[in-house]
């Protein structure tokens, strides 16, 4: 086993200590996957990102990929409790299927740019450490994915209903919008 992969794994373990008690649980199913439309590239990615205990580096490549800042074309690693937190919002929705992405990874030049151009867009975003997304799930409303992600308690919770997006992150617990 190389190093990145043993801490991966590491880091796996790490996710449940941030994870209320009804969530360690769903994690415990023994493949993670997800399926990740990029809306403004039309790239879609369906993988499995952890197995066995493991995070899967091919999986998580995928979808840092697909996730990159498309205004600059640069991809960034993700944080893999990020797609934790997508896997336990499906689980709680009670639905898989595709994941529209609006925003994921944003370089510091790209998140510059946006807040000039709005004032919703934070200085210091988790967007740029890799550690937030703003979706869409298809087929549910977005009360309803706003209501089950403030209902996992894990990471931060953004309404957009104006801009038609819920956004995530690793960061503290806690919700606006």
């Known amino acids: 086993m190389d190093r990145r992969r043993f801490l991966l794994g590491l880091g796996g373990l790490g996710v449940a200590s941030w994870l209320p008690v009804s969530a360690q649980a769903s994690l415990s199913a023994p493949v993670r996957k997800l399926s990740l439309h990029n809306l403004h590239t039309g790239e879609q990615v369906t993988a499995s990102f952890w197995e066995e205990g493991n995070y899967l580096e091919d999986g998580l490549s995928s979808f840092s990929r697909v996730m990159r800042d498309i205004r600059r074309n640069e991809a960034f690693p993700i944080d893999p409790k990020l797609f934790d937190q997508l896997f336990l919002l ?41 550690q937030a997304v703003d979706l869409r799930l298809p087929g549910v409303s977005l009360v309803e994915v706003n209501k089950a992600a403030r209902q996992l308690g894990v990471g931060g919770v953004g309404y957009y209903p104006s801009s038609d997006f819920v956004h995530l992150d690793t960061g503290p617990v806690r919700s606006w919008g």
């Open 90 to 130: 499906q689980l709680r929705l009670g639905r898989q299927g595709e994941i529209q992405i609006i925003s994921g990874y944003r370089s510091p030049l790209t998140n510059a740019m946006l807040r000039r151009q709005s004032k919703g867009v934070a200085k210091k975003s988790y967007h740029m450490l890799g």
